[in-house]
């Protein structure tokens, strides 16, 4: 599912609303595209994880939608970031135009199972989504590029272990409109994978084997597009694509290896 035809519609009808100059930026791990408080909402896709996973819609909880609304709401600033889908995160050391910045930051992750998610589940432990503390660095390459680094690990007791990961990002300025691909590779723990995809001996059914999921690397790639339309309306558009690990994709719950993800949203700023 890729909304780039309708990012291209909207890049065509600049002229009908008043230009502004993009100030997008990279801050801890993170691209933004404006400072204050922004409301986003539009429409986005992700695959199934889960096999015969159901669409519902659910704007807590949008990483289990198929196709359905997405809302956002957060605050950026020059250190403190807030929002539903990034969750939050502070600047410890280091400024904007500093070659390295180190943040620490609190998200949500991993996924929400429970039978209500797909009949695959069915009998199943519920998993929640866990409360996670990192740290990240920021290390500026180039005028525009950034290589960050994260770790990250489950003080809520759900998971009870960690995920770490590496992603480059690189802002491309084509007229008004900013390009922001991206390339990472992250790396779950082992107690992450069998708490979210394995299957205990207890759980197990004719349909359904028993599955102890091991610590795994996954491999993303996509792309970011903004549009400032006003000094305060930015249009966005994001399509990712990850190739998860063996040792996920081998769980006899999981639905497929190729994960894809996108989204088109309307942005206003206060």
Not at 76 to 97: E, P, Q, V
Not at 214 to 226: C, E, H, R, S, W
Request: charged content about 20%.
């Amino acid at each position: 599912m890729n909304y780039l035809p309708l990012a291209l519609v909207a890049l065509g009808s600049i002229n009908l609303a008043q230009a502004a100059e993009s100030d997008t930026y990279i801050s801890n791990g993170q691209v933004y595209h404006s400072r204050g408080w922004v409301v986003e909402f539009g429409v986005g896709y992700n695959s199934d994880i889960i096999k015969e996973q159901k669409n519902d819609y659910n704007f807590a909880f949008g990483d289990h939608n198929r196709f359905g609304p997405r809302v956002n709401v957060g605050y950026h600033g020059d250190r403190f970031n807030a929002d539903l889908d990034k969750g939050i995160n502070y600047r410890l050391f280091g400024k904007d135009r500093d070659a390295i910045t180190f943040s620490t930051y609190l998200t949500g992750n991993g996924l929400w199972l429970d039978k209500d998610v797909s009949k695959v589940l069915a009998g199943m432990e519920d998993r929640r989504i866990s409360v996670d503390l990192g740290l990240n660095m920021d290390i500026k390459v180039g005028p525009r590029g950034v290589l960050s680094t994260n770790f990250q690990h489950d003080i809520s007791g759900e998971y009870k272990g960690y995920v770490a990961g590496v992603r480059y990002q690189q802002i491309l300025k084509l007229g008004r409109l900013d390009l922001v691909p991206f390339v990472g590779v992250s790396y779950n723990s082992a107690k992450f994978n069998d708490h979210y995809f394995g299957v205990s001996k207890k759980m197990a059914m004719p349909k359904r084997a028993q599955y102890e999921a091991k610590a795994g690397v996954n491999y993303d790639v996509g792309y970011q597009l903004i549009l400032p339309l006003s000094s305060n309306w930015r249009i966005t558009q994001q399509t990712s694509y990850t190739r998860l690990s063996k040792e996920i994709a081998d769980s006899p719950i999981t639905d497929s290896r190729n994960q894809w993800s996108a989204n088109l949203m309307a942005s206003y700023r206060f």
